[in-house]
C-alpha cells in the first residue's frame, strides 16, 4: 500500500515534469517511445486494462525501462498530469527539472 506523502510527492514530480519535460501520454505512443528506447520511466494506472498492462510491462522489461504503477485509476492520473481527461498510461522521455527518474 502507497502512504499519501509518497503518492503526493510523486503526483507533484510529475506535475513538475509535464511543465518542465517531455513526456507521451497513451497506450500508442508509449509503446511507440519504448520500442525506439526514447522511455526513460513508464507510469500505468491501477484500472489499465490488463493485457494492455502487461505488454507494456514486457516491452519495458525488454527495453530494462522502469515502470510505476500509480496508485490511482487513469482519472487521478491524468489529474495528476495537469490534463481533463483520463490517462492509463503514459512515459517519461525527459525529466526536466524533476528529480523523479532518481526518486523512487
Known amino acids: 500500500m502507497v502512504k499519501k506523502a509518497t503518492q503526493e510527492s510523486i503526483t507533484s514530480k510529475l506535475a513538475l515534469v509535464m511543465r518542465s519535460g517531455k513526456a507521451v501520454l497513451g497506450t500508442k505512443t508509449t509503446l511507440k517511445s519504448i520500442r525506439t528506447g526514447k522511455a526513460k520511466l513508464v507510469f500505468i494506472s491501477n484500472n489499465c486494462p490488463p493485457l494492455r498492462k502487461s505488454l507494456i510491462q ?16 487513469n482519472n487521478d492520473l491524468g489529474t495528476a498530469c495537469g490534463k481533463f481527461h483520463a490517462v492509463s498510461c503514459l512515459s517519461i522521455l525527459d525529466a526536466g527539472d524533476s528529480d523523479i527518474l532518481t526518486a523512487e
Open 58 to 73: 514486457y516491452y519495458a522489461m525488454l527495453a530494462k525501462i522502469k515502470t510505476y504503477l500509480f496508485p490511482g485509476n
